[in-house]
Nanobody, 123 residues
Framework: QAQLVESGGGLVQAGGSLRLSCATS????????MGWFRQAPGKEREFVAA????????YYADSAKGRFTISRDNVKSTVSLQMNSLKPEDTAVYYC????????????????WGQGTQVTVSS
């Protein structure tokens, strides 16, 4: 089973930026679409962004469009989420996820999950 390891979370003021990264094995990374979800306290987990295995297609939740950018480095086997103009409502645990079917991310599903990294945006 593939291991997904997130990093880059932390505390930031509203309007600031954070960059999350997720690393996994090279063999796994080459054939899987990757994405990010988040879960705020008392709320259900929600889709944030996803990227195809080639990097050619990306999808974003409406809340992320224009502020977040997902990218992948197929040499380093990492996927990143650059988050700009952060808002207090972006506060959540962010999870890296992987699945062979890209469309599953927008459906809120994925087969493999990381442990999550906390992002806190102060007002």
């Amino acid at each position: 089973q593939a291991q997904l390891v997130e990093s880059g979370g932390g505390l930031v003021q509203a309007g600031g930026s954070l960059r999350l990264s997720c690393a996994t094995s090279k063999l796994f990374f080459a054939i899987y679409a990757m994405g990010w979800f988040r879960q705020a306290p008392g709320k259900e987990r929600e889709f944030v962004a996803a990227i195809s295995y080639s990097g050619g297609r990306t999808y974003y939740a409406d809340s992320a469009k224009g502020r977040f950018t997902i990218s992948r480095d197929n040499v380093k086997s990492t996927v990143s989420l650059q988050m700009n103009s952060l808002k207090p409502e972006d506060t959540a645990v962010y999870y890296c996820a992987a699945d062979q079917v890209l469309s599953r991310f927008e459906e809120g599903r994925a087969n493999y999950w990381g442990q999550g990294t906390q992002v806190t945006v102060s007002s």
